[in-house]
């Protein structure tokens, strides 16, 4: 099957500093979920994005598929952005199966 | 916004109990989903349904049954709970059309005793 890895897996920052999240994919996908696991559990879906740029406030996403990866750019980043970042993707079977497959997350720590 | 409600935040069951687990969403959602969170395991999905009284199995769907009788409502069934059932359950919905962006509830953390 379809193989997600996610970068790196632990990342610690100080509050008001940027990051970069990636999201390598093994095979073509035909849609690609970013989620924010917060924590106290509860999975939040930040960006739909198959392909292209999307921005949010301080969050913004982007996915090169012919490459096979995603980023997910966090700017400022304060105490609430902790949690752990999930990609999520749909395998390109064209079957429509309904079944995402997750990346094991990047853990992320703002520190004040 | 879209809200996805589970009945239990916490629930201690015992080996061999049934073990019922409700999700209810108030977006008119057609799909609904359930997953199990485990560490080093990620999510793995447990059954999804699309419709109303229509299911299928996801990765893991063995030792779990599922209940669709109305739109808004899905409940995860643990037929006999064993202790390899202690996990986070998640349950999600998304629309039909878009069905990536789901939705989640807050969890279910199960232990089985």
């Known amino acids: 099957g379809i193989q997600v890895e996610q970068s790196p897996p632990d990342l610690i920052l100080q509050e008001g500093a940027n990051s970069t999240l990636r999201c390598n994919f093994s095979?073509?996908?035909?849609?690609l979920q970013w989620f924010h696991q917060n924590p106290w559990g509860q999975l939040i879906n930040l960006f739909y994005?198959?392909?292209g740029t999307k921005q949010n406030g301080r969050l913004s996403a982007t996915t090169v598929a012919t490459e096979r990866y995603s980023l997910l750019y966090i700017s400022s980043s304060q105490t609430t952005d902790s949690g752990v970042y999930f990609c999520a993707v749909d395998v390109d079977s064209g079957a429509g199966s309904y079944q995402l497959t997750f990346g094991k997350g990047t853990k992320l720590s703002v520190i004040p | 916004d879209v809200k996805v409600t589970q009945s239990s935040r916490y629930l201690v069951k015992r080996t061999g109990e049934k073990v019922f687990l409700e999700c209810v969403q108030d977006m008119d959602h057609e799909n609904m989903f359930w997953y199990r969170q485990d560490p080093g395991l990620g999510l793995r999905l447990i059954y999804f349904?699309?419709?109303?009284?229509?299911?299928e199995k996801g990765d893991i769907p063995e030792g779990y049954s599922v209940s669709r009788e109305k739109k808004e409502r899905f409940s995860l069934i643990l037929e006999s709970a064993s202790t390899n059932q202690t996990s986070m359950y998640l349950c999600?919905?998304?629309?039909?059309?878009?069905?990536?962006?789901?939705?989640f509830g807050p969890g279910t953390r199960l232990t089985v005793t």
């Open positions: 095979d073509s996908v035909n849609n």
């Open positions: 349904s699309y419709d109303v009284k229509m299911k």
């Open positions: 994005i198959p392909s």
């Open positions: 999600a919905s998304s629309l039909k059309r878009v069905w990536v962006e789901q939705y």
